[in-house]
């Protein structure tokens, strides 16, 4: 698998499609657009939406462990299942619900390589079934804040050589010319730039044209020219964390980096802090 340090967390259509019978094995799709689903998904997949389903509705924050629990417990899925996410638009969601399985101590997990166009460009089967498992009970661990970056956290650290802070947003959002993506204007923030000492790789710099993943030689070459070392404490960005969670994804588990976390709050917290720093 491309050399990477742990390559049994990214599988390819053909692995998918020969286990899709498996009774171990659950597939969970993740879009930004929810109604693809609708339109046809992997026979057996079931639907998960990062905002209505898997946050909080009151407080910004992902939804408490017990919600967690009954939310995904009710759709089958059990701590002992080996999950596959995936997803449209390179898998952006489907890394950021992958994050959040692991956040709760999902022990496996994988991704699709290249997700849900990848595996209709091949001409796969879909269904427009939806699948109803009987209902688990899903026992999650405490939350690993060993993979989560907060504010606080990010603020203390900005001057530590051994940390490395990852914008994987596009260069017009980090220089400060765009507060935020056209397509998302209510997603931007009081200010724009970046966190100070921030390197920019976006983060559709780790796949390909195609959608997967570039092979370990290509991603290494890619972080370690901008100065972000295995041996350093990573913490990746971007506006809401779901692009950044394909560069933690990437970091932590395809190149084996030691310690990655993915901060969720990302621009839209820290560029309206009130007395934090930022660059353009």
């Known amino acids: ?94 890394t950021y619900t992958f994050w959040l399985f692991k956040y709760y101590g999902h022990r496996d997990a994988r991704i699709l390589n290249g997700g849900r166009d990848r595996w209709l460009r091949e001409g796969r089967k879909t269904s427009l079934e939806v699948p109803r498992f009987p209902p688990a009970e899903y026992r999650a661990v405490a939350p690993d804040r060993s993979i989560r970056a907060f504010r606080d956290e990010v603020l203390q650290r900005l001057a530590q050589p051994n940390v490395a802070l990852v914008d994987v947003r596009s260069p017009a959002e980090y220089s400060g010319e765009l507060l935020a993506p056209p397509a998302y204007p209510q997603e931007g923030a009081q200010r724009s730039g970046h966190i100070p000492g921030a390197r920019n790789v976006p983060w559709t ?27 350093q404490d990573v913490v990746a960005y971007c506006r809401i964390g779901e692009r950044s969670s394909l560069t933690w994804f990437t970091l932590k588990y395809l190149l084996g980096y030691r310690q990655v976390k993915n901060y969720d709050g990302s621009w839209t917290e820290w560029g309206s802090l009130v007395g934090v720093p930022i660059e353009r």
């Open 205 to 231: 710099q780790n796949v390909r044209e195609d959608g997967t993943f570039k092979d370990a030689e290509e991603l290494r070459r890619l972080y370690e020219g901008q100065g972000v070392k295995p041996d």
């Open 1 to 94: 698998m491309a050399g990477y340090a742990y390559p049994e967390v990214l599988v390819e259509p053909d692995w998918l499609a020969a286990h899709l019978n498996d009774r171990q094995l659950r597939i969970v799709e993740a879009n930004e657009d929810p109604a693809l689903y609708d339109q046809g998904h992997i026979s057996g997949a079931v639907r998960l939406h990062w905002k209505q389903d898997l946050q909080d509705p009151i407080v910004r924050d992902w939804v408490p462990k017990d919600r967690f629990e009954r939310i995904v417990g009710e759709l089958g899925l059990d701590p002992t299942q080996t999950i596959v996410f995936y997803g449209d638009r390179n898998n952006w969601f489907a």
